[in-house]
Every structure is written in C-alpha cells, then in structure tokens.
C-alpha cells in the first residue's frame, strides 16, 4: 500500500475556547498547519515533543506505546487540541514523540472524522455514506424504566 499523507490544521482547544469567551484576542489562539502520515497500525494522533511546546498543549498523562517491532516505550500524553482534516474536526488528547518526529494520523482520528484512505488516489476521502458530516456507530439508544440519574436534574 502506498503512504499517504494529509494536510491538518491542529489547534490549542483551550485557547480557541478562551478566544470564544473574549478571554484572548483570536489572533492569539495557538495553530499550526502541517503534514502528517496516515498510520492505521497507529491508535491515536503523534506529534513531535517541539509541536507541544509550539502549540502550548498541557500534559495530561503517560501511555505505553507498543511499536511493530515490540518494543515499548513510555510516552507523555498532552491535549486538548482540535484537528482538522478535510474540513472536519475533532478535540482529543494526542501522544508526544521526541522533536521533529513525524505527525501521525492514527485510527482515533480517522474513525471520529469518518475519514478512509485511498491507497489509489494517495489521499484521506470521506466515506462515501458520509460525504458531508462525519457518521459515528453507536448502540441503539434505548428507553428506561430506571429513575433518573442524579446529575441529570
């Protein structure tokens, strides 16, 4: 299969809501445009450790990634930052690689922007199903007969 790489714009959430609440100037909201690598072996977004910094993301814990060659490796976690792919977007946490490793675009991303690569154009397209809004699976909601949750009223 051919690599394929697409162009993100990744945001700091928290400074785009502080933008909303005129807590600081829109120009002041942190954004960057790059290129990263559609990886599907990938669970969640990579970005390299001088991106973090650049982007102002807060560290919100440590995982254990586990690379094809089985070697595993602590890595920092740090969020939120909004991605935008194809015009759609999504606020998650990301993983933080060592400086100017690549970005990668993982499974989290892909499945949350309902986005599928074609090896043949080279490119991430919408699902054909989903040609204007990202179209999530869920379990059927259903009616209870329970009483209401406590934080609900």
Known sequence: MSEIRAKLVLTNAYDEMSAEKGLIKPGEVRRVEVEGLVDRGAVM??????????????????VIAVYADERKEELE??????????????????LVGPPTCEVLIGHVILEMLDLIPDPVRGELLPRPESPFLPQLKMKRLQETSSPPLPYLH
């Open 45 to 62: 977004l990579l970005i390299p450790q001088d991106l973090k910094e650049a982007l102002g993301l807060e560290a919100t814990g440590k």
């Open 77 to 94: 976690k740090a969020g939120p930052v909004k991605v935008e792919i194809k015009g759609r977007s999504v606020v998650t946490e990301c």
